[in-house]
Every structure is written in C-alpha cells, then in structure tokens.
C-alpha cells in the first residue's frame, strides 16, 4: 500500500508552517515537486519530516541555499554533507566570537564613570583602533590585553 498523501494545506497545518512556504521552498528545489490530482498539490507524508529537518536547517543558521546543498547531499555525498557542516560551525564559531566581544565592550561601558561615553579615554582608544581597521574583537582585545612585563 502506498505513503497517504497531504494537500499543501495540510502539511502547512502537520508542519506548522505557512503554505506559501511550501510552495517557496518547492520552488527553490528544497521540496520536491508533489504529485497533482485534480491539479492540487499531494505530499507524500514523508514531506513533514522533510520539512521538519528544513526548519532545523533554519534555525541552525544554514541559509536557504546552504539547506539545498544539504538536502541534496545527504545520503548521496556524506563527504559533502560534513564539509557543509564544518564550514557552518566554523561560521558559527566566528558569530559567537563577535557577539561575545560586542557584550564584553557595553559591559564595560554600562560600568564607565563618565556621563559622555565620547568623553570616556578607554572608549576613544577602541574607537580609534577600530578607525585603524581593527574589527571590535580586536580594538577590545588589544585594550584590555595585560601589558608585557617590564624587563
């Protein structure tokens, strides 16, 4: 006996998501194009794993076209599959690196003694290094780097 089958409206309902989704999604490639009986859209009820994971792609950061690379890999190119997968921790890795460095410096600001953050000497320092090229992280680990010691 074959899958049941779902209209595009109730998948949109078993998946949480908007119909208009699943046709975007069909039309980029990330879902495969559904039978039509009587013209309307029929999933294979397998599709709301398959947009289950698409969702989890999402929300891992993995951009639409990143997801259908993904999508197309699997099963097929587990080389690829794990090259993806490391480039988007790396990625991801990098992200946290620049939030943790934007927390630390308005940490430190929320603690400066003066009114005018422009007054502030530490702050007009980090600003000038990132004026010089620096990237927050840097500027901000530069500034607050133990000095060498003397000798």
């Given at each position: 006996?074959?899958?049941?089958?779902?209209?595009?409206?109730?998948?949109?309902?078993?998946?949480?998501?908007?119909?208009?989704?699943?046709?975007?999604?069909?039309?980029?490639?990330?879902?495969?194009?559904?039978?039509?009986?009587?013209?309307?859209?029929?999933?294979?009820?397998?599709?709301?794993?398959?947009?289950?994971?698409?969702?989890?792609?999402?929300?891992a950061g993995?951009?639409?076209?990143?997801?259908?690379?993904?999508?197309?890999?699997?099963?097929?190119?587990?080389?690829?599959?794990?090259?993806?997968?490391?480039?988007?921790?790396?990625?991801?890795?990098?992200?946290?690196?620049?939030?943790?460095?934007?927390?630390?410096?308005?940490e430190h600001?929320?603690?400066?003694?003066?009114?005018?953050?422009?007054?502030?000497?530490?702050?007009?320092?980090?600003?000038?290094?990132?004026?010089?090229?620096?990237?927050?992280?840097?500027?901000?680990?530069?500034?607050?780097?133990?000095?060498?010691?003397?000798?």
């Open positions: 006996m074959s899958e049941p089958l779902l209209t595009v409206g109730e998948l949109a309902r078993r998946a949480g998501v908007a119909t208009s989704a699943l046709r975007y999604w069909e039309e980029l490639g990330l879902l495969p194009a559904p039978d039509r009986i009587s013209g309307q859209r029929r999933y294979p009820e397998s599709a709301v794993t398959l947009v289950g994971a698409i969702l989890l792609l999402r929300d993995f951009s639409l076209a990143e997801q259908k690379a993904l999508l197309a890999a699997r099963g097929v190119a587990p080389e690829e599959w794990r090259r993806l997968q490391v480039r988007k921790l790396e990625e991801l890795d990098e992200r946290i690196a620049k939030a943790q460095a934007a927390r630390e410096a308005i600001s929320l603690r400066c003694g003066h009114d005018d953050i422009l007054q502030c000497p530490n702050f007009g320092a980090i600003v000038l290094a990132r004026l010089e090229g620096r990237s927050l992280r840097e500027a901000h680990a530069d500034f607050h780097e133990p000095p060498d010691p003397p000798g």
